[in-house]
């Protein structure tokens, strides 16, 4: 086996730590919470743990505010709790890939705190000062992603620092060698610790504009939209030095990697499909040199279309440079969850999509038990971005609530009141309730990963798209060696015949419709929204 495969053919698993299992009776998840439910993860058979960000911070925008990289924040754990979840992650055969947030720190971190202590401090040039513009304010228009200017104003030292998210979040100058010497010393700490690789938060947002020149205005702007979406964001975003980076920060990860196993880069990346790729990095002797999973987070923002998704993955697999491995995403900690965006019925159908394309698929905590997004009523709203723009859709504490174990008192996941609600249905909709019902999802989850673990056309084969299938069903074929597997959707709420599909019967290797089992006939239907993996005779 290559010292890839792991993540090339695994499947990464992310846990929100706030919300997976609290251990200490504070309604907060821990990491003494998840290796008590390492067992399950096992059970689910997925191969990596990404977990969000466990550091110490004020938790201004919960965790991604650090105020420490090189540390455990005392609402997780500590650093022994660390080692030994890690430890026992790795007895089991998993890996474990840690959040990594270099675009910016909690201003309460030791850099900012020098860097705002005076104008000439040694660190001052570690962060983006500028001076004021001739009116007293901003020094260009740059917005916040969380909305208002992307500026604040410091009365000690009389200038603004930037900040691309709250203002408790300066950004770091990655411009300066010192800073990007600090951060790759940072991941350092933590792989010879041992763990397997990071999951780069906002990647394209490290490098700005030299010049620090206005965004442009977005023309297809819409009213009552978020407020960081008027402008373009040309100046601030996926600068060409940032090609430099995702170089560098590679070879800090290869240097951790051998023969056995190779550690791994993922980038969260939020740009169109040719600017995505380029971040696959420089090719150097056929070996691609930059981020080895660029997010691909194209099925969460898609119509929920048979002909979309066909599109989708023809563009995505026409895009890809050579040597490139694929990946697909259909939920995070950022995203509605896909059971609220596609329904119930389509969400069994969106299990089947994400674990039979090619390549790595990326699974969000809850999203195997069919998790929809929880209603948060207004004295419960925990997320700073939704404080700041009220009523628009962008609060991301819906697909943050914590995830229901049992029936038991607060769904088996904390014996107190939980950080935020649980789900209107988590006496039903929990892993107890549903790990033994076969027409249950999580028992869907699980039977389609085994599946996929046991067929080298799921996990390692490629894929060819089907083009003369019935309206609403999308149709591909999975092929290692002589193997070859076929996958039939079904998007519509009618049955669709697959006579135009099969040459003959097919022995159905795993159907959405938990009973449907033994042989499809060629005059069979597809039920309404049913996938079917499908052997050909």
């Not at 992310?14 to 251990?23: A, G, K, L, T």
């Not at 455990?72 to 474990?96: H, Q, S």
Request: glycine letters at 8%.
């Amino acid at each position: 086996m290559s010292a890839d495969a792991w993540w090339k053919h695994g499947i990464f698993y992310e846990i929100y730590p706030r919300s997976m299992q609290d251990s200490n009776a504070d309604g907060t998840g821990d990491l003494s919470g998840i290796r008590q439910r390492l067992d399950y993860l096992e059970d689910l058979g997925v191969d990596a743990l990404w977990i969000c960000p466990i550091f110490p911070s004020p938790m201004a925008d919960f965790g991604y505010d650090i105020a420490d990289y090189c540390d455990i924040d005392p609402r997780f754990g500590t650093l022994a709790e660390f080692d030994a979840l890690l430890a026992e992650v790795k007895a089991r055969g998993l890996r474990l890939v840690l959040d990594l947030v270099p675009n910016h720190t909690s201003d309460q971190h030791p850099w900012f705190v020098q860097s705002r202590s005076a104008r000439d401090d040694p660190r001052r040039d570690w962060y983006l000062w500028r001076d004021p513009a001739p009116d007293g304010g901003p020094p260009n228009n740059w917005l916040s992603n969380f909305g208002g200017a992307a500026w604040t104003f410091d009365d000690a030292t009389g200038q603004y620092y930037g900040h691309s998210f709250l203002k408790e979040q300066p950004d770091l100058n990655w411009r300066n060698p010192a800073v990007r010497a600090a951060m790759y010393d940072v991941m350092r700490f933590w792989l010879r610790r041992g763990i397997d690789g990071f999951r780069v938060d906002v990647l394209y947002h490290l490098i700005k504009d030299d010049r620090f020149r206005d965004n442009p205005i977005n023309p297809a702007y819409v009213a009552g939209g978020p407020e960081s979406h008027r402008l373009l964001p040309l100046f601030t975003t996926d600068r060409p030095e940032m090609q430099e980076i995702v170089v560098e920060m590679r070879r800090v990860v290869d240097e951790f990697s051998d023969a056995v196993s190779a550690r791994v880069l993922i980038g969260e990346l939020h740009l169109p499909l040719d600017r995505l790729m380029a971040y696959y990095g420089r090719s150097e002797n056929g070996v691609l040199q930059g981020v080895q999973l660029p997010f691909n987070f194209q099925l969460i923002h898609a119509r929920w279309e048979a002909d979309e998704i066909r599109r989708i993955v023809r563009s995505y697999d026409a895009a890809l440079p050579p040597g490139a491995a694929p990946n697909w995403v259909l939920g995070n900690h950022d995203e509605s969850r896909v059971a609220t965006r596609v329904g119930p019925q389509n969400a069994r159908l969106a299990a089947m999509l994400l674990l039979t394309l090619h390549g790595t698929p990326t699974l969000y905590y809850g999203d195997e038990i069919g998790m929809p997004d929880t209603r948060i009523a207004p004295g419960e709203i925990r997320d700073p971005f939704e404080l700041r723009e009220p009523g628009k859709g962008l609060g991301r504490d819906p697909q943050r609530t914590p995830m229901p174990w049992s029936a038991a008192p607060y769904a088996g996941f904390s014996t107190v009141r939980p950080w935020l609600p649980l789900g209107e249905d988590w006496t039903t909709r929990n892993v107890e309730a549903m790990a033994h019902d076969p027409a249950s999802i999580l028992v869907l989850y699980r039977r389609l990963i085994a599946l996929r673990r046991q067929e080298a056309a799921l996990h390692g084969g490629s894929l060819e798209l089907i083009d003369d299938s019935p309206p609403d069903v999308l149709a591909y074929a999975r092929t290692s060696g002589r193997r070859r597997l076929l996958v039939l959707l079904n998007f519509a709420d009618a049955d669709m015949p697959v006579d135009t599909l099969l040459d003959a019967d097919a022995e159905i290797l795993l159907s959405t419709e938990h009973e449907r089992t033994g042989v499809l006939r060629r005059d069979a239907m597809l039920r309404p929204f049913e996938g079917v993996v499908l052997l050909p005779k």
